[in-house]
């Protein structure tokens, strides 16, 4: 427990002390909501700010846990991932660290977007939303960090994990109804959108939000908080299935990788002719 | 004296880098509580021992134990018995100093009650203690290095590793580090394991071994080195070199004429007593040299220990 705190108040002091990355940050969702406020006013939203926000607080918190994971690559190849693994505490415990301060950062941020919300016109009738909003970010902050880790252990250096996080970031954020509904997008984006478990995330968090969660599924369809897909309904429950099932098959892959991957072969293609 | 258990035993080690074999078929033991030295060039093997027996790489070949633990299929129990000053910065760039110390408590579980004041004691013996809430990024490469040492001394294992330890530190801050390592030794019975190219540091070493190309060409108390492989020499300047060379010749004594001195090897010093004193109002200058484990390097490989060192 204590190893699995220190690495996740590192991680977040991290992110906080860098303060050109975490202004730009904070700032960029908010460029989003100017781009793509306009789209989402239509007949079948009721509150487009609130639907909007949550959208694109959720999509935030995805890819800010995606990319704390990307640290995992950088304390690799600058060395102190040695002294981590020559240190005896056990490899899971190193890598739930890495989940859970991924999640934690991930989960700042999308608090702090939450927040700023309530002055640009997001609206909550029940303060129970805000712990159930609160447990969603933090739920979809671990999911996806199971995910960039596993990205991490199979990229050898920072190129090309920000290579390979961005060529799936973008589509995935993109094609997940958090910026550009479902509806303006063409049939094969569609099909594609709908095997996005970031589309699932984004239904979620936003039915939760609008507190819509008590409502029967069939209801939700219009405001794309859930889904028929040929004969199958997507409600909320069955999202978070969906997610839970996502995550617990990364988690276990990325802390397999993770304990297996040859770190030693790693620092060796830095230090290649310096360290024999 | 009693017979020390071997806490590190190595067996036929062999350690390859793709077609590169960097470690060749080495054999050695480590008592415990010694202080041992690897001795030799960079490139000679030495890290890459200390890397495998640390657990960060694995061998080709052999078997390695450490305090009868195997280093390839017991990897947690060797981790916990040991600690390591890699030769190449494994600090946490990010943060602080304090913080990086503190990591390393939370890491090796030294108890909370004890964390500040071993901060403390470690950052005062590198003289770091004021600057400890820099970051570490913003450190000089000799800084970084000091903090790397501090931290390396902060919880005591059984075993603890210095890879290259004192290189890039000032004199006054080695002095410390080393009488520290060895207070460590002796009141911890902590055994040190290290590797060195300055031979001032390997001669007050329990063991040395001289590694070369791969291969451990010598194994013995530094004592012992240098009484085998190196002979004291004299060094005398005199007005009269052919009295002086005449005699040294009647008595087949080895000698050079160097500039204004000759040096002349010392086999029996009452021999070269009684030359010398035959000449006696000739000489100006005696020097007479003790051999040092760099002699004893030349003499087995007939180069220099430092000769094209990066470092």
Known sequence: ?276 | MSVAKHIIEVRNFTKKYGNFTAVKNISFTVDEGSIFAFLGPNGAGKSTTINTLCTIFDKTDGELIIDGKDVSSQKASVRSAIGVVFQDSTLDKKMTIEENLKMHCVFYKVPRNEVEERIRFVLTLVDLLDVRRKTVAALSGGMKRRVEIARGLIHYPKVLFLDEPTTGLDPQTRARVWEYVIKLQREKNITIFLTTHYMDEAEICSKVAVIDHGKIIAHDTPFNLKKHHTKDRAYVTTSNPLLLEKLLDERNIKHTLKEKYHRIDVENKADLLHILSECKGDISDIEIRKGTLNDVFLEITGREIREGSAS
């Open chain 1, 1 to 276: 427990m204590r190893v699995i705190y220190a690495l996740g108040i590192r991680n977040l002091k991290v992110f906080v002390r860098n303060r050109t990355a975490l202004i730009f940050n904070l700032l960029f969702p908010f460029f989003f909501i100017f781009v793509f406020g306009e789209i989402f006013r239509n007949d079948f939203i009721e509150n487009p700010v609130s639907f909007m926000l949550a959208g694109i607080i959720i999509a935030t918190v995805f890819e800010s846990s995606l990319r704390v994971s990307s640290n995992t690559i950088d304390d690799m190849t600058s060395g102190f991932m040695k002294e981590v693994l020559v240190s005896p505490i056990s490899r899971l415990s190193i890598a739930i660290g890495q989940f859970v301060s991924s999640a934690v950062v991930a989960t700042a941020q999308g608090i702090i977007i939450f927040v700023i919300g309530f002055f640009i016109g997001l609206r909550i009738t029940s303060p129970l939303t805000i712990i159930y909003a609160i447990s969603a970010m933090v739920f979809v902050g671990i999911v996806f960090a199971g995910f960039g880790l596993f990205i991490a252990t199979k990229a050898k250096n920072i190129q090309t994990f920000q290579a390979v996080s961005l060529a799936i970031t973008m589509p995935l954020t993109f094609l997940s109804g958090a910026y550009i509904p479902f509806a303006m997008l063409p049939d094969v984006l569609k099909w594609v959108g709908y095997f996005n478990p970031m589309t699932y995330a984004v239904a979620l968090f936003r039915a939760i939000t609008l507190e819509k969660t008590h409502l029967p599924t069939s209801e939700l369809i219009n405001e794309e908080l859930a889904f028929k897909i040929g004969g199958v309904m997507i409600g909320p429950m069955e999202a978070l299935g969906i997610l839970l099932a996502f995550g617990i098959v990364f988690l276990l892959l990325s802390t397999l990788a993770f304990i297996r991957v040859d770190f030693s072969r790693m620092n060796r293609i830095k230090d290649d002719s310096i360290e024999i």
